[in-house]
Nanobody
Framework: QVQLVESGGGLVQAGGSLRLSCAASGRSFINGAMGWFRQAPGKAREFVAAIRMSSGSADYADAVKGRFTISREFGKNTMYLQMDNLKPEDTAVYYC??????????????????WGPGTTVTVSS
């Protein structure tokens, strides 16, 4: 049984930093990717960042480029999201996701087979 577990969410002031972690168990994702999506109250879930687990190549949403950094531990189903210079508009539930196979576009939600329960990030102004 595949499980994804997020950690690291919390409350932070604008301009602060948080680091999210995601650990997957139950199968290997070395041939695919892991990503972060977020959903703010009243809004649709949106892409934040994703990383290919073998090569380490990454993609970011324009809204977080230059502020967020995604990384992974090679050979382990573990991924991190370092979030710096946080803004109130970053407030959302952040979901970890995993795609077991290669997909061309890392920002599409459909290819991701597995999802975590989410961790809440709240940025106060």
């Amino acid at each position: 049984q595949v499980q994804l577990v997020e950690s690291g969410g919390g409350l932070v002031q604008a301009g602060g930093s948080l680091r999210l972690s995601c650990a997957a168990s139950g199968r290997s994702f070395i041939n695919g990717a892991m990503g972060w999506f977020r959903q703010a109250p009243g809004k649709a879930r949106e892409f934040v960042a994703a990383i290919r687990m073998s090569s380490g190549s990454a993609d970011y949403a324009d809204a977080v480029k230059g502020r967020f950094t995604i990384s992974r531990e090679f050979g382990k189903n573990t991924m991190y999201l370092q979030m710096d210079n946080l803004k109130p508009e970053d407030t959302a539930v952040y979901y970890c996701s995993a795609d077991s196979e290669y997909s061309v576009n890392l920002s599409w939600q459909a290819p991701y087979d597995y999802w975590g329960p989410g961790t809440t990030v709240t940025v106060s102004s």
